[in-house]
Each structure stands twice: as C-alpha cells, then as structure tokens.
C-alpha cells in the first residue's frame, strides 16, 4: 500500500512507537551498536513527517526506558549525548511544521545541560498544533501510575480529596499523557511481541501491531502498512459487534452521515 493510499482509510488519532530494533541493525552490519542509534534517529524524522502529513493528532516514541539506564556505560552516555544534539538540530525544523515537543517520563536523572534543551524545546513549541510529539525518556508505566498515585494521595493527605471519592479519570489526569487523546494503536518494532512497561495504563484499549523491521528501516511504508492493517481491525470497547453496529447508525443518524 502506498502511503497517499492511507490518506483514504480511518486514521488513529494517536500512534504509540516502541522503537526496537537499534542494536541488532549495527551489529548485523559489522557496526557498534550506538551506529543503530543513530541510523534510528532518522527514522525518526520519517516517522514525524508522516504522521503530521496524515493528520495523526500525537505520536509517542518509546526513546528510552527507565530499565535502559542498566545497558553498558558508553551505549548510554552515546545515547544522551545523541538525545542532545538530535534536539539542539530539529527543535526548529519541528516548530516550523507547527509540532509541539513534549517530553513524558522522569528527567531529573539526565544532566542540566539536557534538562535545559529540554525545557527549551518544550517552551518553544508549546503552542503548536499540527502535531504532539511525545518522547518517553526515562520513562517507566509503573513509574507512570506510581506518580501518578502520589499526587492523588498527596491531596488525600491535605484533606482536600477522599480516597473514596477517587475515580479513573482522575488518576488519569495526573498521568504524563493527560489532555491528549488515549492511544488507538501500538507499534512495535524489531520482531519482539511484548509492551515492556510502556504506558500501562494508556494502551488498555490500544489496537497492537508488531513489525518484524528494525526501527532503522521502519520507513513511510512500514508505517503505511501498519495504519492499514489498524483500519481493518474493529474496535468493540467491550461492546458485541451488533451493539457497535447499531452505535455507529446511531451516530451517521445523529451527524446527518
């Protein structure tokens, strides 16, 4: 399928990328592992433009996790010193296409060189809206509902909230992800078939695709594919396929469709 082909199926509204696949790219090529990183980096760039291009309202990457912190010394510092500079390039490249920059996941651990950029990036793109481009750095979904507990619990402690009167909705409003919509679809590349403590609580109801390509390679077309295997899937919320049938009719009657 072509990517203008994907212009004329039903589009998620935000895209989920655990971008896998780094490491063994380098190493089947005879390179060290952070040439992967790297080489991944402008997949990256593929990844953005396609999703602003298609209308997708956000895209959140996987970038690095807070069990990644355990990988060898140099592969890690290679990592932050890329995060760097990869930011200090495209931040204005990405408000220029009007792409808001977000970063979810725990940044006291990175430098203050890097928080700084981050901070930079994220102030100055604040108002864009053609895209959200989240980037999970340091990030953990247990650390995710983890922070998200506290805060509520902190309220519970003041006396301003009841641990009775606690709802989903507002544990989800302190997760980092609040205020966009909920994930339609997960991607994975690099063949494995796993989430790995990736936005447990936002991917409940998520659409999963896993790739066998490498994150170097995932390019338009890969991308491409995975949107069209989405939009052949059916999404019931729970429902049987006639209740979701009559929903449907239901809301064309409603919109005049």
Not at 195 to 213: P, T
Request: charged share 25%.
């Amino acid at each position: 399928m072509s990517t203008k082909e994907v212009t004329q199926i039903r589009m998620p509204r935000h895209v989920a990328i655990i971008m896998d696949g780094n490491g063994r790219w380098a190493e089947q090529r005879d390179k060290r592992r952070t040439a992967g990183h790297k080489a991944g980096a402008e997949a990256v760039r593929k990844a953005v433009t396609f999703a602003r291009q298609k209308g997708i309202e956000s895209l959140t990457l996987f970038a690095f996790s807070s069990e990644n912190w355990q990988r060898p010394e140099q592969e890690v510092s290679v990592l932050m010193e890329l995060f760097f500079s990869v930011l200090q390039r495209e931040v204005k490249k990405l408000h220029k296409h009007d792409v808001k920059f977000c970063i979810i996941g725990d940044i006291s651990a990175f430098s203050p060189r890097l928080q700084e950029r981050i901070k930079i990036a994220e102030e100055l793109t604040a108002n864009n809206r053609s895209l959200t481009l989240n980037i999970a750095a340091n990030y953990g979904g247990r650390w995710d509902l983890t922070q998200a507990a506290q805060r509520l619990a902190k309220r519970c402690e003041s006396g301003d909230l009841r641990a009775a009167d606690i709802t989903e909705n507002m544990l989800a409003e302190q997760l980092c992800l609040a205020g966009q919509p909920t994930p339609d679809l997960l991607i994975r590349t690099g063949g494995e078939q796993r989430i790995s403590n990736f936005l447990l609580w936002q991917l409940a109801y998520a659409e999963l695709y896993f790739s066998k390509v490498l994150w170097p390679d995932f390019d338009e077309q890969e991308f491409a594919v995975a949107i069209a295997d989405f939009s052949c899937r059916e999404r019931r919320f729970g429902m049987t396929s006639a209740q979701l049938q009559q929903a449907i009719l239901a809301t064309d009657v409603t919109t005049g469709d």
